[in-house]
Structure formats: C-alpha cells, structure tokens
T-cell receptor, first 109, second 117 residues
Framework: GQNIDQPTEMTATEGAIVQINCTYQTSGFNGLFWYQQHAGEAPTFLSYNVLDGLEEKGRFSSFLSRSKGYSYLLLKELQMKDSASYLCAVMDSNYQLIWGAGTKLIIKP | GAVVSQHPSRVICKSGTSVKIECRSLDFQATTMFWYRQFPKQSLMLMATSNEGSKATYEQGVEKDKFLINHASLTLSTLTVTSAHPEDSSFYIC?????????????FGPGTRLTVL
C-alpha cells in the first residue's frame, strides 16, 4: 500500500529552527510537495522536490532523498504566523497526490 | 498567479436537502480538477478527479450518486451533495491543475464548510 508518515505535532520557539520530517512508500514517484494549511483554510503551496537535494526558498527549505524515501521541511527564524499544519504529499506513478496526515506546528513566544 | 475560487464558503442546510458547491479557476484553464474532503484534525481525502468534458473518477468508498460532479467547462467544476446528512458535514476543498502537464502543482480553492443539521 501507499503510505506517508510525518509527526502529528511539533512545538518550537519563536526565532528558532524546526525540521519536519516526512517518509514515504508509494507506487512510483513523480515529486514531493509541501503545503502549509492554517486552521479553517485551504492548503497553500510551499515547495516541490523531484530531484535529490536541498531547495531553499527564503526562510523555508525542503530536502529530498529518493533512495531513502525521505524528505524534510526546514523552517528558520520562526514567526508566530508559522503556526499551522504542514502537509507532505507525494505524486505517484499515476500523477495522483498521496497526502500525509499533516504535522501541526505550534510556535511559542 | 493561479487563483481558484469556491462558492459558497460556508453553508448550513437541513438534512435531506442537496447542496451545490462551485469551483472556478479564475485565470487559467483547468483541464483537471480535484475534490477533497477534510474532517477536523485529519488530512485531505481525495473524493474524485474530474476532467473537463468527461465523467469524474471517484475514489474507493465515495458514492458517485451521492456526490455528483460536473466539469462542464475548463474553468468550472461543481460538486453536488445530494440528500445531505449530518455525517456529510465537513470541509470540502477543490483544487485545479493548470493545463495538461501532470506534474504541475495543484492550486487550491479556499474551501467550503458544510454543516448539515
């Protein structure tokens, strides 16, 4: 079966760095997405990785290792507005997105 | 950027009635649209994939006669929840993919919160 695993909840301090991990087992691989979702709102796109390595975009970076079926989202200089759920999603061989359950990130002052 | 709108944003209805939710791509042509449902504190669950001009493909366990999907144009897809019941109360989100490139990101609408009394 297809499976995406990410921690349910994480807590971090404002101004700090946090890494949210995602491991996956899917039928084929056509890229991995990270989305941010605030409570009661739809997801918004953060990053897309299809090749191994680190993609940096401002305070957010995303890493992919296809051989390990592993990705992480790194958030630097955390701000209170970063409190949200972070969803990992893998596009399988049918170009279908397989979603993780999301990681709720709580930022404390 | 690519914008997807959804209407209504919030709806409350009585049990047994039908509710229609519209999803529109405002500045691009969406050959493929997706309908998701999300229950509180759970991840997105794909209900169906619709391609313009053809019948929607429903995920296992989703009743196609209950959740009617129409993708009549390249910018509009509708989801009708027929004979709604309280267990259908959920957050319904649509997304759209720009053009025919399969690996393009999906752009999400703002969601519709349905409450069935």
């Amino acid at each position: 079966g297809q499976n995406i695993d990410q921690p349910t909840e994480m807590t971090a301090t404002e101004g700090a760095i946090v890494q949210i991990n995602c491991t996956y087992q899917t039928s084929g691989f056509n890229g991995l997405f990270w989305y941010q979702q605030h409570a009661g709102e739809a997801p918004t796109f953060l990053s897309y990785n299809v090749l191994d390595g680190l993609e940096e975009k401002g305070r957010f970076s995303s890493f992919l290792s296809r051989s390990k079926g592993y990705s992480y989202l790194l958030l630097k200089e955390l701000q209170m507005k970063d409190s949200a759920s972070y969803l990992c999603a893998v596009m399988d061989s049918n170009y279908q997105l397989i979603w993780g359950a999301g990681t709720k990130l709580i930022i404390k002052p | 950027g690519a914008v997807v709108s959804q209407h209504p944003s919030r709806v409350i209805c009585k049990s047994g009635t039908s509710v229609k939710i519209e999803c529109r791509s405002l500045d691009f042509q969406a050959t493929t649209m997706f309908w998701y449902r999300q229950f509180p504190k759970q991840s997105l669950m794909l209900m169906a994939t619709s391609n313009e001009g053809s019948k929607a493909t429903y995920e296992q366990g989703v009743e196609k006669d209950k959740f009617l999907i129409n993708h009549a144009s390249l910018t509009l897809s509708t989801l009708t929840v027929t004979s709604a019941h309280p267990e259908d109360s959920s957050f319904y989100i649509c997304s759209a993919r720009d053009g025919g490139v399969a690996y393009n990101e999906q752009f999400f609408g703002p969601g519709t919160r349905l409450t069935v009394l």
